[in-house]
């Protein structure tokens, strides 16, 4: 559940060891894998989970909810499961089953064990080195299964204290796992009830990647009141995409106890950015946090405002999640798309707005790929021209009074209505006709008209 006892302003830290890269799969793989930071499924497409939690140890007999999610448009449920040390043991034949229902229902499969929720704050929760025994116990049930599971350690393994072991437990955990012969993606949550106020995970995921041998390890951010604004949010997955380390939004509410987290700016983010997310819960919430529910007794034809929100909602469910391409359907694509508005608003499509290629410079696209009553998101695709070149700058004006509220992937400073976007340390070098992109959030009154986007390169 989710819980935060204490929040921490920390300093920001030095940005993350940058992890070798790998390039993208080139033939069918035995499973999931990860490549530039990013999860391909068994074909070699690329996956972005869209999809929900599951308690499934708390409700076994839920078995329809799987068929539920699917026919609401997800792509992946992530499943409650129990060692046995709190909760009543989910068995090998019951974590089969569970596997045969994703399977029957094309969703992809996460499976966490919940136990460790808390460990070193909540009485009764279990380490990593346990959860670790009983994955192994499972081997058998699990063999054959890559290209449908992914493995999660242990839920929020680590509560607001004595998680320094965080790295070192994990890369433990990990090395365990894949000497016990499993060659699933694993992945690995964050410590502070899964938060990571402290930066933890955010400031030592590349030595727990690397202590993968498989490099076949995905990080999980659970995003509650920690993460109440879009800079928090973009700053922190922001910082994974920029150090090439596969990040998904394991868990994540409209509202909680510790604090109200932007969705908005959550849904947002990582539908520009390609990174995949996982709302809490379908159903059966409780210990004050029933509001979380998104569906209303396990009844699909009952979504609470969460669930409208996180199925049909802009930048939802409905509108964003594609199937794994194992299942047989379209592959997904390697980017993701742009977004619609929703249905009460009126579609709003102006052409891209690009400035005259100069020869040798850069050139800006201007693109609105989504817009609802008062917001909108922005996209802006910068060019090389006929050399390369090593920095670039694009600068806009905007005609009708609108304002940027939040942006990432560049360096972005605003005067009034005048906009100045810079790269980063990482985007700003681009060969010859290679480009970058940065995207933002704006707000806008009356009209969303875009602007002349001017671009200078260095």
Same mark, same amino acid.
């Not at 690397?210 to 973009?234: C, K, L, Q, W």
């Not at 809490?280 to 929100?309: C, H, I, K, M």
């Given at each position: 559940?989710?819980?935060?006892?204490?929040?921490?302003?920390?300093?920001?830290l030095?940005?993350?060891?940058?992890?070798?890269?790998?390039?993208?799969?080139?033939?069918?793989a035995?499973?999931?894998?990860?490549?530039d930071?990013?999860?391909y499924?068994?074909?070699?497409?690329?996956?972005?989970?869209?999809?929900?939690?599951?308690?499934?140890?708390?409700?076994?007999?839920?078995?329809?909810?799987?068929?539920?999610?699917?026919?609401?448009?997800?792509?992946?449920?992530?499943?409650?499961?129990?060692?046995?040390?709190?909760?009543?043991?989910?068995?090998?034949?019951d974590?089969?089953?569970?596997?045969?229902?994703?399977?029957?229902?094309?969703?992809?499969?996460?499976?966490?064990?919940?136990?460790?929720?808390?460990?070193?704050?909540?009485?009764?929760?279990?380490?990593?080195?346990?959860?670790?025994?009983?994955?192994?116990?499972?081997?058998?049930?699990?063999?054959?299964?890559?290209?449908?599971?992914?493995?999660?350690?242990?839920?929020?393994?680590?509560?607001?204290?004595?998680?320094?072991?965080?790295?070192?437990?994990?890369?433990?955990a990990?090395?365990?796992?894949?000497?016990?012969?499993?060659t699933?993606t694993?992945?690995?949550?964050?410590?502070?009830?899964?938060?990571?106020?402290?930066?933890?995970?955010?400031?030592?995921?590349?030595?727990?990647?690397?202590?993968?041998?498989?490099?076949?390890?995905?990080?999980?951010?659970?995003?509650?009141?920690?993460?109440?604004?879009?800079?928090?949010?973009?700053?922190?997955?922001?910082?994974?995409?920029?150090?090439?380390?596969?990040?998904v939004?394991?868990?994540?509410?409209?509202?909680?106890?510790?604090?109200?987290?932007?969705?908005?700016?959550i849904?947002?983010?990582s539908?520009?950015?390609?990174?995949?997310?996982?709302?809490?819960?379908w159903?059966?919430?409780?210990?004050?946090?029933?509001?979380?529910?998104?569906?209303?007794?396990?009844?699909?034809?009952?979504?609470?405002?969460?669930?409208?929100?996180?199925?049909?909602?802009?930048?939802?469910?409905?509108?964003t999640?594609?199937?794994a391409?194992?299942?047989?359907? %379209? #592959?997904?694509? /390697?980017? @993701? $798309?742009? =977004? +619609? *508005? !929703? &249905?009460? %608003? #009126?579609?709003? /499509?102006? @052409? $891209?707005? =690009? +400035? *005259? !290629? &100069?020869?040798?410079?850069?050139?800006?696209?201007?693109?609105v =790929?989504?817009?609802?009553?008062?917001?909108?998101?922005?996209?802006?695709?910068?060019?090389?021209?006929?050399?390369a070149?090593?920095?670039?700058t694009?600068?806009?004006?905007?005609?009708?009074?609108?304002?940027?509220?939040?942006?990432?992937?560049?360096?972005?400073?605003?005067s009034?209505?005048?906009?100045?976007?810079?790269?980063?340390?990482?985007?700003?070098?681009?060969?010859?006709?290679?480009?970058?992109?940065?995207?933002f959030?704006?707000?806008?009154?009356?009209?969303?008209?875009?602007?002349?986007?001017?671009?200078?390169?260095?």
């Amino acid at each position: 559940m989710k819980t935060r006892l204490s929040a921490a302003g920390a300093t920001l830290l030095a940005l993350l060891v940058t992890v070798l890269a790998f390039g993208q799969p080139a033939h069918a793989a035995a499973g999931f894998s990860v490549a530039d930071g990013r999860l391909y499924d068994a074909n070699g497409a690329e996956f972005i989970m869209r999809g929900v939690n599951h308690a499934h140890t708390w409700y076994p007999q839920q078995t329809s909810s799987f068929a539920d999610v699917k026919a609401l448009g997800a792509n992946t449920v992530r499943v409650v499961l129990s060692s046995g040390d709190r909760w009543t043991r989910n068995t090998g034949a019951d974590v089969a089953n569970v596997i045969s229902l994703c399977k029957a229902n094309r969703l992809i499969c996460v499976l966490e064990v919940h136990d460790t929720t808390g460990y070193g704050e909540q009485s009764g929760a279990i380490t990593l080195a346990r959860a670790v025994d009983y994955w192994l116990s499972l081997a058998d049930v699990l063999s054959g299964q890559e290209r449908y599971v992914i493995v999660n350690i242990g839920n929020e393994p680590y509560g607001n204290q004595n998680y320094a072991s965080w790295a070192t437990d994990n890369a433990d955990a990990i090395k365990r796992l894949r000497a016990g012969g499993l060659t699933h993606t694993i992945m690995v949550d964050a410590p502070n009830w899964g938060q990571d106020w402290s930066f933890t995970m955010r400031d030592n995921a590349a030595s727990v990647f690397a202590a993968d041998p498989a490099r076949n390890t995905v990080f999980s951010i659970h995003m509650y009141g920690v993460f109440d604004t879009a800079a928090e949010i973009s700053d922190y997955l922001g910082r994974f995409r920029a150090a090439g380390l596969p990040i998904v939004v394991g868990e994540f509410g409209f509202n909680h106890s510790d604090g109200n987290p932007d969705e908005d700016a959550i849904l947002a983010y990582s539908q520009a950015n390609g990174i995949g997310w996982l709302g809490w819960s379908w159903s059966g919430n409780g210990g004050g946090v029933e509001y979380l529910d998104l569906a209303t007794n396990f009844n699909p034809a009952s979504l609470t405002d969460w669930g409208q929100r996180l199925f049909n909602g802009v930048n939802g469910i409905r509108e964003t999640a594609r199937e794994a391409s194992v299942f047989g359907g %379209t #592959p997904p694509p /390697t980017t @993701p $798309p742009p =977004t +619609t *508005p !929703p &249905p009460t %608003t #009126p579609p709003t /499509t102006p @052409p $891209p707005t =690009t +400035t *005259p !290629p &100069p020869n040798g410079g850069c050139t800006a696209t201007y693109t609105v =790929t989504n817009q609802w009553q008062g917001g909108f998101q922005g996209e802006v695709r910068v060019t090389a021209g006929a050399r390369a070149i090593t920095g670039w700058t694009a600068g806009w004006t905007f005609a009708n009074g609108q304002r940027v509220t939040q942006s990432w992937n560049v360096a972005l400073t605003s005067s009034g209505i005048t906009v100045t976007a810079r790269n980063t340390d990482y985007n700003g070098r681009l060969a010859a006709g290679a480009s970058a992109s940065f995207g933002f959030l704006g707000s806008w009154t009356g009209a969303n008209s875009p602007p002349v986007v001017s671009c200078t390169a260095s």
